[in-house]
Structures are given as C-alpha cells and as structure tokens.
Nanobody, 123 residues
Framework: QVPLVESGGGLVQAGGSLRLSCAASGRTSSSSVLGWFRQAPGKEREFVASIRRSTGNKYYADSVKGRFTISRDITGSTVYLQMNSLKPEDTAVYYC????????????????WGQGTQVTVSS
C-alpha cells in the first residue's frame, strides 16, 4: 500500500486554478504533519505549504501566500492544495510529504513522500 498518493495535477493557463489532493494511508496515517513541496526542472525541491492534522495550523512559503490554500478533510487523512492565480513559475512536480514536527520547511523534516504530480502553467 502506497502511503501517500497525489492527484489533481495538469496543464492550466496563467491565472487559472488547480486543486491537488493527497491521500495518506499506512504508516503515514499517524504522521502529525502533511505538506507539499515542489521541484521545478533544474531546481532543488522546495517547501510550499503544510498543515498540522490535529489543529489545522497552516504554514506557507512566501512565494505562495495569498494564492495557495492548504486544507484537510475531517478525518485528516486527505490533504488538499488549492492553487489560484497560478503563474508560469509555479510549474513543477508537486510532492506530498508527511512529517512529525509542525512548522518545519526542510526536506529532512519529512520522512515519507509521494510519487509527485506534474503541474504546468502556460503563459
């Protein structure tokens, strides 16, 4: 059973919206934090947003504040990333990740990763 499964990526024009979903199962079902990272071609993977499953506390990268919203379902087992006002620079593979400590933004703070879903924003 794959612990984190992303869905919802695709191609969208600049200014458009997409919603990503991440379903957690198995060992990630008990992780305190679920988050999103992204990796553009030739660049390092970077933090986008995360949410503490128990309290709903949210954390965002400055580059997406005001445009992206992270949320969870009532069980906390599915996390969403609503992306509005998309820009070409948002083009990347988006990865769901699970971790233990809220408010962290480094890759090493997350110990489970999904396969990734491609988001392409055309100008």
């Amino acid at each position: 059973q794959v612990p984190l499964v992303e869905s919802g990526g695709g191609l969208v024009q600049a200014g458009g919206s997409l919603r990503l979903s991440c379903a957690a199962s198995g060992r990630t079902s008990s992780s305190s934090v679920l988050g999103w990272f992204r990796q553009a071609p030739g660049k390092e993977r970077e933090f986008v947003a995360s949410i503490r499953r128990s309290t709903g506390n949210k954390y965002y990268a400055d580059s997406v504040k005001g445009r992206f919203t992270i949320s969870r379902d009532i069980t906390g087992s599915t996390v969403y990333l609503q992306m509005n006002s998309l820009k070409p620079e948002d083009t990347a593979v988006y990865y769901c990740a699970a971790g233990a400590l809220p408010g962290r933004t480094y890759l090493e703070d997350f110990d489970s990763w999904g396969q990734g879903t491609q988001v392409t924003v055309s100008s």
